[in-house]
């Protein structure tokens, strides 16, 4: 089992580059960098990949609707040039309060536009001239739709690999499917092992039913919160704003990718009255209603020997890679509890 780590993108660069460095020696695997609306995250990677050796720096995730396919493939190809073949590239739709909220983009056809990405990343990266006659980017553009002076050109620089690892950020049926398909990886937001082979189990197969063989078997990034000891219950009321926030306030009734895998796991009452609250304004009173049976499904919180089984189901099911946000106070504590769960682990 691997272990990685979703890095904040809220302080400084400085600070977090020393975490990571001292992470790095504690024995993380991967660090993810987030790229909500805050700095973006490739001034962060390239600053990491100076700074580090050997972990794995993944972006986590670049939403698939600012950067032209290109602009991804070229981006990517940096990025891993300056790593020295150390680069993931993490992708995902985000959503329609980002999108449109913060970029003015249109949030439309996200399969399809992630589908042909892929694709085009992919001829980017082995250096061929890239030509692509897809529903959502047809490349060179069509004379009709600019000035007819367009011509199929190849990256200039030789990328240090001619497939860069693709994981995609995914939650719903047909997205799973489709992650199944073409991606090197998926990553599952509270991922309960326990229910996840019903709820994506359908779709995970109909997914390697299709699947290059080129690809290997398909890696799963899971991010369970983690905290380990006698005395450590206490922490799993610390999930709970955040599964407020997503479950409650992240998109309209309807529209909420978040509420629909909650109503998934089975907590369709509890799910309705979290989102009728936190859409209220009542943020306590809707983080208050989070089931504690979910959180402690998402999470590693307990003793070592719970800890350890936890791991152990989230293995049996497929998952390879635990992205996990320890819940410490600062970055010492981080640090100490990353070496003792890799420790535990091995």
């Known amino acids: 089992m691997r272990v990685g780590m979703q890095i904040t993108y809220s302080g400084g660069f400085a600070e977090t580059v020393a975490e990571v460095a001292d992470l790095e020696r504690a024995g993380l695997d991967i660090a993810f960098i987030a790229e909500a609306y805050s700095f973006d995250a490739v001034s962060q990677l390239g600053y990491l990949a100076a700074k580090t050796s050997t972990i794995e720096l993944a972006s986590g995730i670049f939403q698939i609707y600012t950067r032209t396919p290109s602009l991804m493939a070229m981006t990517a190809a940096g990025l891993d040039f300056v790593s020295d073949g150390r680069f993931v590239l993490g992708l995902g739709a985000s959503g329609p309060q980002v999108i449109e909220g913060f970029h003015g983009v249109p949030y439309t ?11 085009i990343c992919r001829q980017v990266w082995k250096r061929e001239k890239v030509q692509y ?51 090197e990886g998926w990553q599952p937001i509270f991922f309960d092992p326990e229910r996840a082979n019903d709820v994506w189990g359908e779709s995970l197969a109909a997914g390697k039913a299709k699947r290059d063989p080129s690809l290997g078997e398909l890696q799963i990034y899971a991010g369970p919160a983690l905290a380990i000891g006698e005395d450590v219950d206490h922490l799993l009321e610390w999930i709970k704003p955040s599964l407020a926030l997503y479950i409650g306030g992240m998109g309209a009734k309807g529209k909420n990718f978040y509420n629909d895998l909650a109503c998934r796991y089975g907590y369709e009452k509890e799910a309705e009255t979290i989102q009728e609250l936190y859409l209220a304004g009542k943020k306590q009173e809707a983080t208050a209603a989070v089931p504690d049976e979910l959180v402690r499904a998402i999470s590693l919180i307990g003793p070592a020997g719970y800890v350890k089984e936890r791991v152990a189901a989230f293995a049996e099911v497929g998952v390879t890679t635990l992205t996990v946000s320890p819940l410490a106070g600062d970055s010492a504590g981080r640090i100490k509890l990353i070496e003792d769960f890799r420790n535990l682990i091995d």
């Open 109 to 119: 056809a996200p399969l399809g536009r992630t589908r042909e990405i892929v694709d």
């Open 133 to 183: 006659d897809g529903k959502y980017y047809q490349i060179p553009l069509p004379a009709e739709k600019g000035t007819g002076l367009g011509k199929p050109l190849k990256i200039i620089n030789h990328p240090v690999r001619d497939r860069i690892p693709i994981v995609i950020a995914a939650l719903g049926p047909k997205n799973v499917a489709l992650t199944a398909e073409i991606a």
